[in-house]
T-cell receptor
Framework: DTGVSQDPRHKITKRGQNVTFRCDPI?????LYWYRQTLGQGPEFLTY????????KSRLLSDRFSAERPKGSFSTLEIQRTEQGDSAMYLC???????????FGPGTRLTVT | EDQVTQSPEALRLQEGESSSLNCSYT??????LFWYRQDPGKGPEFLFT???AGEEKEKERLKATLTKKESFLHITAPKPEDSATYLC?????????FGAGTTVTVRA
């Protein structure tokens, strides 16, 4: 399967702990995006990379959130000092610069207790 | 601020009963209108991109259309496997702005 993959699929953590998620995009895609989706809502944009450069961050991305794409391939999203309000599905998508179609991974479901 | 609104929130159909979903948008610098299908607990699955008013695209029992202010997703003679949440999203230079979705349930 050459689609977008995400790991882990599910994460349960206690409030105050740090968590890290990984996303592997479609291999030839040079843009990578992170979105967050809460129950009953559509995904909300968090940030995106073109190759290794992080080009845009949403106001939703507080100081506790950090994303990296060190070699322009996979990306990680870290949440420090998790809060119950961080509970959501975290979605990764990728695309080509030349074409806007974004293809999503299966998501990581985060539950903060 | 960019705004995308979908209606209805939920739609219950009998198998074979055709219907339409609406997506209205207020987006500056719109460069495309996307439709996705999302099954419970999974990521959105890409369906269509529409770029200009008057454009139409079809895939099996689904047809998407676009005007200057809204898009429609028509479901013709739906089957139970068409049950899902359908999301529309407006695209500007880099990000998708999603509506909340329409959850479609098709009963056999």
């Amino acid at each position: 399967d050459t689609g977008v993959s995400q790991d882990p699929r599910h994460k349960i953590t206690k409030r105050g702990q740090n968590v890290t998620f990984r996303c592997d995009p479609i291999s030839e895609h040079n843009r990578l995006y992170w979105y967050r989706q809460t129950l009953g809502q559509g995904p909300e944009f968090l940030t995106y990379f073109q190759n290794e450069a992080q080009l845009e961050k949403s106001r939703l991305l507080s100081d506790r959130f950090s994303a990296e794409r060190p070699k322009g391939s996979f990306s990680t999203l870290e949440i420090q000092r998790t809060e119950q309000g961080d509970s959501a599905m975290y979605l990764c998508a990728s695309s080509l610069v030349s074409g806007p179609e974004q293809y999503f991974g299966p998501g990581t479901r985060l539950t903060v207790t | 601020e960019d705004q995308v609104t979908q209606s209805p929130e939920a739609l219950r159909l009998q198998e074979g009963e055709s219907s339409s979903l609406n997506c209205s948008y207020t987006v500056s610098g719109l460069r495309g209108l996307f439709w996705y299908r999302q099954d419970p607990g999974k990521g959105p699955e890409f369906l269509f991109t529409l770029y200009s008013a008057g454009e139409e695209k079809e895939k099996e029992r689904l047809k998407a259309t676009l005007t200057k202010k809204e898009s429609f997703l028509h479901i013709t003679a739906p089957k139970p496997e068409d049950s899902a949440t359908y999301l529309c999203a407006a695209y500007n230079d880099y990000k998708l702005s999603f509506g909340a979705g329409t959850t479609v349930t098709v009963r056999a």
